[in-house]
């Protein structure tokens, strides 16, 4: 029988639903009991989807999910799900589809939709702060409007269902029937020629577009497809993305010069970098590329790997509480080092918060990294 006034995470399995079982918020599992519970009584759904290693899913339950007066307005609102990402892609990938659809951009995590008392969903965001800041309003804001638009409009909204899942088959279909080339040439064209990926920031590496960018230059040897991913990869390995004593890279920076990471690394994005550098690596024969190669694949198996051979999925962007704590110095801290100031851009300013992030100033060896990273 549902519990639909408590927060029923406690028993779960998962480590990023335990993680909000001490939330005010009376979260539930996404089931077919919560579901056939939202329809009898018509209570509309909010729908929270995050993962344990997501950043801003983690401001976003500080802020807003474990504060008692807006868990109360979330209660008396709408019936509160709770979704891990990573337990279910499945519904990440539909309700990811469906922001894309309502906002016309892109998505991202925590992703906050609107669902009708169906399931079905009308509206969302991603994350929303606890008082209105940056063009963004208030969380709390947020859910009193959506709530007063559902209950104003609520057969207007059901109505649409038909319309709303006709869209998404709709935008599935387009894309999956669309020839590749032309789109190709238009990402082509919308791509950053000096710094690499795409133009603007944040800047996130895309890895699927310049896997297909080498697939057309190994077919057709036309070097406009090579020389992106060229630049992609001296990037990737250079700058702050890349974590110069261990291997593996970050899943985006802030910045357009790929120096400032969301530091947290995860699986999907370190073995698809795996996978491109491999390909690049047999174009290119300079033993530097090999090198961060080589570092990677250890650093997956050095940390990524359990006790019961299972790789896990991230590596938190937190550490005690700090963001990107693990990953930055202060300059008296490294300044001594040996090679440090030859190889990599040291300042006392710093080059993030009075802090720095690594970046290459010349390629170094395996073999001096180990040496300056040694201890």
């Known amino acids: 029988m549902i519990k639909i006034n408590e927060n029923v995470l406690s028993n779960d399995l998962s480590p990023y639903l335990k ?70 892609p499945d519904l990440d990938f539909i309700f990811q589809s469906s922001f894309q659809l309502f906002n016309q951009t892109g998505g991202g995590w925590p992703l906050t939709m609107f669902l009708d008392e169906n399931g079905v969903p009308f509206m969302g965001g991603t994350y929303f702060p606890k008082e209105a800041k940056h063009g963004l309003p208030s969380f709390k804001e947020v859910l009193q409007k959506v709530s007063d638009a559902y209950n104003d409009q609520r057969e207007k909204i059901i109505n649409q269902k038909d319309l709303i899942i006709k869209n998404l088959d709709l935008k599935k279909n387009s894309v999956l029937n669309q020839d590749l080339k032309p789109l190709i040439e238009m990402s082509l064209s919308n791509l950053d020629p000096v710094k690499g990926g ?58 357009e010069d790929w120096i400032i990471p969301h530091f947290e690394k995860m699986l999907y994005d370190n073995a698809q970098f795996i996978l491109l550098l491999s390909k690049f690596c047999k174009i290119n024969s300079d033993s530097y590329f090999k090198d961060k190669l080589e570092q990677t694949i250890e650093f997956l198996k050095k940390n990524f790997l359990n006790e019961q051979g299972f790789l896990g999925s991230a590596f938190d962007a937190d550490s005690d509480g700090e963001e990107g704590k693990y990953y930055v110095y202060s300059y008296n801290e490294i300044k001594d080092m040996e090679n440090i100031s030859k190889f990599f851009e040291i300042k006392a300013e710093g080059n993030w918060e009075n802090k720095i992030i690594l970046i290459e100033k010349e390629k170094p060896t395996k073999e001096i990294l180990k040496k300056t990273f040694s201890n």
């Open 198 to 255: 795409y133009k603007g920031a944040p800047k996130f590496p895309t890895f699927n577009l310049f896997e297909t960018l080498l697939y057309f230059y190994n077919t057709s040897n036309d070097t406009k497809y090579l020389k992106p991913v060229e630049l992609i990869i001296k990037q990737l390995c250079s700058k702050g993305i890349y974590d110069h004593v261990e291997g593996g890279i970050a899943r985006y920076t802030v910045d």
């Open 19 to 88: 993680q909000h079982k001490d939330n005010p918020v009376n979260w539930q599992i996404w089931s077919r009991e919560t579901l056939e519970f939202s329809k009898k009584n018509k209570k509309p759904i909010l729908l929270s989807i995050g993962y344990a290693s997501c950043h801003w899913c983690h401001v976003m339950a500080h802020e807003s999910f474990e504060d008692t007066e807006t868990a109360n307005l979330m209660n008396n609102l709408f019936v509160n799900i709770k979704v891990d990402r990573e337990e279910r």
